[in-house]
């Protein structure tokens, strides 16, 4: 007679997301193609810059979401940066279309192995969890019919003569410490200084911002601020981790703000490579520390917005508009 089969035995082995994330992010790498750094409104399919967000929350994503979302809209055309789950579709009087597939994205879980659990029992201490991620399923606002008009209509535009005024005061916000002069960009976390080229040293003004952005993503790990591990000889893995961090972060601030983010050093590629290969963690826990560090530089713009606009903005005109809330780090799903 034959033996039973557990149902244990009979399921398949869950599937490690990690490495599938990570080895969707290195064929793209590979192939050249930076996945932060996206062909934002060079169509009329094509979605403007923008952060994505939960049609029904308003939330941004965040993390890993970000990427993968930017990178499925893209692939697909969709128009629009907003995404449901199929369930807040029909609560909202819609329905996802006959034959559409949905893009998965992911949340961090936690559990306590038994054997974890047991030593803990017998040490009498606390048991380590252990992180895992979850897939859940979203539809682009575009895969859906009956939608409200307000969570379809095209969303308007940052105000082109706001773009780098708002940047500007991001950068005085953050208090970090800012000199120009000289030929290169860089920060010095000894000194907590951020250190720019003047702005007329660039062929493309935009690209004055876009460095700022870059470098006071790394100020954000100074230990009086988000405190990232960022020691490490230039060109080593840490260096390599602390760049990926900050041209992530980067790019969620410009994004945010308007501003078409570009790859400030492609010539780390190589070393990113490098990184992700070793370790399957590392583009999650980079995209998790750059919404960290993005989130950290617009909660202080957000901040000094809202004191300009209760001033009205010193008797000098009009407010500049409070920033769109990009400031909440959603570890989990942002439904």
Same mark, same amino acid.
């Given at each position: 007679?034959?033996?039973?089969?557990?149902?244990?035995?009979?399921?398949?082995?869950?599937?490690?997301?990690?490495?599938?994330?990570?080895?969707?992010?290195?064929?793209?790498?590979?192939?050249?193609?930076?996945?932060?750094?996206?062909?934002?409104?060079?169509?009329?399919?094509?979605?403007?810059?923008?952060?994505?967000?939960?049609?029904?929350?308003?939330?941004?994503?965040?993390?890993?979401?970000?990427?993968?979302?930017?990178?499925?809209?893209?692939?697909?055309?969709?128009?629009?940066?907003?995404?449901?789950?199929?369930?807040?579709?029909?609560?909202?009087?819609?329905?996802?279309?006959?034959?559409?597939?949905?893009?998965?994205?992911?949340?961090?879980?936690?559990?306590?192995?038994?054997?974890?659990?047991?030593?803990?029992?017998?040490?009498?201490?606390?048991?380590?969890?252990?992180?895992?991620?979850?897939?859940?399923?979203?539809?682009?606002?575009?895969?859906?019919?009956?939608?409200?008009?307000?969570?379809?209509?095209?969303?308007?535009?940052?105000?082109?003569?706001?773009?780098?005024?708002?940047?500007?005061?991001?950068?005085?916000?953050?208090?970090?410490?800012?000199?120009?002069?000289?030929?290169?960009?860089?920060?010095?976390?000894?000194?907590?200084?951020?250190?720019?080229?003047?702005?007329?040293?660039?062929?493309?003004?935009?690209?004055?911002?876009?460095?700022?952005?870059?470098?006071?993503?790394?100020?954000?790990?100074?230990?009086?601020?988000?405190?990232?591990?960022?020691?490490?000889?230039?060109?080593?893995?840490?260096?390599?981790?602390?760049?990926?961090?900050?041209?992530?972060?980067?790019?969620?601030?410009?994004?945010?703000?308007? $501003? +078409?983010?570009?790859?400030? #050093? &492609?010539?780390?590629? %190589?070393? /990113? *490579?490098?990184?992700?290969?070793?370790?399957?963690?590392? $583009? +999650?826990?980079?995209?998790? #520390? &750059?919404?960290?560090? %993005?989130? /950290? *530089?617009?909660?202080?713009?957000?901040?000094?917005?809202?004191?300009?606009?209760?001033?009205?903005?010193?008797?000098?005109?009009?407010?500049?508009?409070?920033?769109?809330?990009?400031?909440?780090?959603?570890?989990?799903?942002?439904?």
């Amino acid at each position: 007679m034959a033996r039973p089969t557990s149902p244990r035995a009979t399921q398949p082995e869950r599937t490690n997301l990690y490495r599938e994330i990570t080895d969707r992010i290195i064929a793209q790498l590979e192939a050249g193609c930076v996945p932060w750094v996206q062909p934002w409104g060079s169509g009329p399919s094509t979605a403007a810059v923008a952060m994505p967000r939960n049609a029904a929350t308003a939330r941004p994503y965040s993390g890993i979401n970000v990427l993968l979302l930017w990178a499925a809209g893209i692939a697909a055309g969709y128009p629009d940066q907003r995404w449901l789950t199929f369930r807040q579709a029909l609560s909202l009087g819609g329905c996802v279309r006959k034959g559409e597939h949905g893009t998965g994205i992911v949340y961090a879980d936690r559990f306590t192995p038994d054997d974890e659990r047991r030593r803990a029992g017998r040490d009498g201490d606390a048991a380590r969890q252990v992180t895992f991620l979850k897939r859940f399923t979203v539809f682009n606002v575009a895969q859906v019919d009956g939608l409200p008009r307000d969570l379809t209509a095209s969303l308007l535009p940052p105000r082109e003569d706001l773009v780098l005024p708002r940047f500007r005061m991001l950068m005085e916000a953050s208090g970090v410490t800012t000199r120009t002069g000289g030929g290169m960009a860089f920060y010095s976390p000894c000194d907590d200084v951020v250190v720019l080229p003047p702005p007329e040293a660039f062929h493309e003004p935009i690209n004055f911002h876009r460095t700022a952005a870059h470098e006071l993503s790394h100020a954000t790990g100074h230990r009086s601020r988000l405190d990232r591990a960022m020691k490490g000889p230039r060109g080593g893995t840490c260096y390599a981790r602390e760049e990926l961090v900050a041209e992530i972060s980067a790019a969620y601030v410009c994004a945010s703000l308007g $501003i +078409v983010p570009t790859v400030r #050093h &492609a010539d780390y590629i %190589a070393a /990113w *490579l490098q990184v992700l290969r070793e370790d399957e963690r590392a $583009i +999650v826990r980079a995209a998790s #520390h &750059a919404s960290k560090s %993005a989130d /950290w *530089l617009l909660g202080r713009l957000a901040l000094a917005e809202e004191n300009s606009e209760a001033a009205g903005n010193g008797g000098k005109g009009t407010p500049i508009p409070v920033a769109a809330r990009e400031t909440q780090h959603l570890q989990g799903r942002a439904a």
